[in-house]
């Protein structure tokens, strides 16, 4: 016996699992009459013509139009005005979401960052910062999160709210080691930017234009992940902080991939 992986009882796959579920089973109803009428046996002329008085029965596709249609607004929703969607996620790209297109970096022509650029980039962060270290800094901004809601939250301008939120000390302390940390990898600096720009154009799902991500694009992506990380190694006081969480050995790399990005950065401005 072939066991079934069925979905979770009310999530998102197991609603759409009923909806299409209900038109297939409405299909083999359909089946079963007409081998009832006709000895048992069904013929391929048979079963196209019951295909085709499923396609007349506008009844049942809207039924199961309406529960997909309906997760696709919440999704929509969640993407554009939700502020308690995924905070970590949104704060990790609030460091360079000014490059991306549509912002102020204009668009791709000129420079910016196609968004298709945005799911290499969490792969990145994955392999470089690790999973535990993740889910423990996002539980944490969750509580922070929690602990200062208000209710007129929900209401306020979205962009308004990440910006005041990224600010936060507490918060802004933790995406700040999510990068320092991120940067230690970038000890051998040329071998891994190339490695970078690699692994992020053959990630990138692309749609009928193709994107590329240029070493260019790499360098001032660089330079605003790691822009915080250059400001706490610049203050004696919280350059200690980070010693303290890190060794003075791992500073002391930070110091020289900051060193390294600054002089693309240079290049790029002559």
């Known amino acids: 016996m072939i066991a079934a992986n ?32 006709h000895g048992g046996s069904v013929t391929e002329e048979q079963i196209l013509k019951s295909l085709n008085s499923l396609r007349d029965n506008e009844d049942l596709f809207d039924n199961a139009w309406k529960i997909l249609e309906s997760d696709l607004e919440a999704i929509k929703t969640r993407e554009h005005a939700a502020l308690r969607h995924d905070p970590f996620g949104r704060l ?34 994955r392999m470089m910062v690790g999973m535990d270290m993740l889910q423990e800094i996002d539980r944490e901004i969750h509580e922070i999160i929690e602990a200062h809601a208000n ?15 990224a600010k936060t000390p507490e918060v802004r302390s933790r995406i700040n080691l999510v990068f320092a940390r991120m ?7 040329e071998h891994r930017k190339k ?21 260019t694009h790499c360098i001032r992506l660089l ?41 693309d950065v240079a290049k790029l401005s002559k």
């Not at 297939?24 to 079963?32: D, I, P, R, S, T």
């Not at 940067?183 to 600096?189: D, E, K, P, R, V």
């Not at 490695?195 to 234009?209: F, S, T, Y």
């Not at 990380?229 to 890190?246: D, G």
Request: proline share 3%; with cysteine; hydrophobic share 40%.
């Open 6 to 37: 069925k979905p979770p009882r009310d999530s998102f796959k197991q609603r759409h699992h009923v909806a299409a579920f209900t038109v297939l089973e409405q299909f083999a109803q359909g089946l079963v009459h007409v081998a009832r009428d």
């Open 92 to 125: 990790l790209v609030s460091r360079f979401d000014h490059l991306l297109e549509g912002n102020a970096a204009g668009d791709t022509e000129h420079g910016a960052l196609s968004r298709t650029i945005l799911q290499p980039f969490f792969k990145v962060i």
């Open 151 to 165: 209710d007129d939250d929900e209401l306020r301008n979205p962009s308004e709210y990440w910006d005041h939120l």
């Open 183 to 189: 940067a230690l990898h970038f000890s051998n600096y």
């Open 195 to 215: 490695w970078l720009i690699q692994l992020v154009n053959d990630n990138m799902v692309h749609g009928e234009e193709r994107w590329e991500f240029t070493e």
């Open 223 to 263: 330079d605003a992940l790691f822009a915080d990380v250059r400001k706490t190694l610049a203050v004696p006081e919280h350059s200690a902080e980070l010693v303290a969480r890190m060794g003075r050995e791992n500073v002391a790399t930070l110091r020289e991939v900051v060193k390294c990005i600054d002089a």
